[in-house]
């Protein structure tokens, strides 16, 4: 009897997804825990493990889909000694509640900006200027690729397919599309403009910004930091560490200025606990644990890996983890546990050269801080004109969860750890 496999839940809240490619073809001979295809939701692609052995008799669900409902049938395996004669006519036991054929583990980490559940994201619709176009013979095209080809206006007579048995699937549409093949690009005069579909991650992106403006009151204090102690003991540590590089000449540890930042923030949350919190209909939640999320940039958008109790962590060990969380959320490596959550968010704009900017709250956080770059200022001291390396530090705060004055000593108590350094190593 064939054996079904079922579009997986990869979260609790997770209602559907997209296929975004099989690993297998029909007739493989599939083992149980052998990765049979990758399932992209708003937050991750994760690959899916077979549970049962068997051979591939029918993959239901085209790579490229997207919209799978959970529990919807995407494939069937044949039981050793069956013949896929067994296919014929053979009817989903899905609704049923049967198990699906698959485990899920963790492989690329797109995601998205906040911990929240994402609402479903609706599927477009063809309107009746968007139809295919017509062709003489059958064209053999996976639902999506047919979709992104009448919405860009892609003639797939002229696209040569990749898939199985020459069928035309997403990427062989967006590739013709980018060469100038069919008319991807669009014209309205005098611009020319290339039309770039929008991922999981851009769509989430686009969603929670928007709702976090709309929704949540903003607003925005700002301080100046003198960066030069802070800065004359970074140089310390970092030579300390130089010195007694073993034989390979590698340091064990480079401390960046946002390693310092990390820790400055923490112990001011800690300092202010109130600042520590996220907004509620019920009550103000106040957290006991002070997890930092740090935004990070990669391919297609942004992440917030999390240092974890980043107030009991020093300076050494903030880097040496954030240096991990960076190098794994690019490759996208990341485990949903260490990008989702988190009670304040940090987003260092600083190496680029940014003076200053304001950030937009991550919900359901209360506060974010947005640091940018330092420079120097000449600046009054006791009558006297000194040169000082100045950085400004926004916080955005939610005013339904943390009042003016909280967020006032926040500031207040992250300069003083910036401007003592010394304090951020005790």
Known sequence: MPIEILMPALSPTMTEGNLAKWTVKEGDQVKSGQVIA?????????????????????????????????????????????????????????????????????????????AAAPAPIPMPSLTADRRPLPTETRIFASPLAKRIAANEGVDLRGVQGS????????????????????????????????KIPNNNMRKVIARRLVESKQQVPHFYLTVECEMNRLADVRRDINFEAESIAGKDKKPSYKVSVNDFIIKASALALKKVPAANASWSDEAVLQYNNIDISVAVAIDGGLITPIVKNADQKTVIQISGEMKDLAARARAGKLAPEEFQGGSFSLS???????????????????????????????????????????????????????????????????????????????
């Open 38 to 114: 990758e399932i992209e939701t708003d937050k991750a692609t994760m690959e899916v493990e077979a549970v049962d052995e068997g051979v591939v008799g029918k993959l239901v669900v085209p790579a490229g889909t997207e919209g799978v409902k959970v529990n919807q049938l995407i494939a069937l395996l044949i039981e050793d000694g069956e013949d896929k004669k067994a296919l014929e006519g053979y009817k989903p036991k899905a609704a049923s509640g049967q198990r699906p054929a698959v485990s899920e583990k963790p492989q690329e980490i797109p995601a998205p900006v906040a």
């Open 163 to 194: 898939g199985p048995h020459g069928r035309i699937v997403k990427d062989d549409v967006l590739k013709a599309q980018n060469s100038g093949g069919g008319r991807g690009m669009v014209r309205r005069n005098p611009q020319e403009f290339a």
């Open 348 to 426: 260092n704009l600083g190496m680029f050269g940014v003076k200053h900017f304001a950030a937009i709250i991550n919900p359901p956080q209360g506060a974010i801080l947005a640091v940018g770059a330092g420079e120097e200022r000449v600046v009054a001291r006791q009558g006297k004109m000194k040169i000082r390396n100045v950085m400004e530090a926004t916080l955005s705060v939610d005013h339904r969860v943390v009042d003016g004055a909280v967020g006032a000593q926040f500031l207040q108590a992250f300069k003083h750890y910036i401007e003592s350094p010394a304090l951020l190593l005790l």
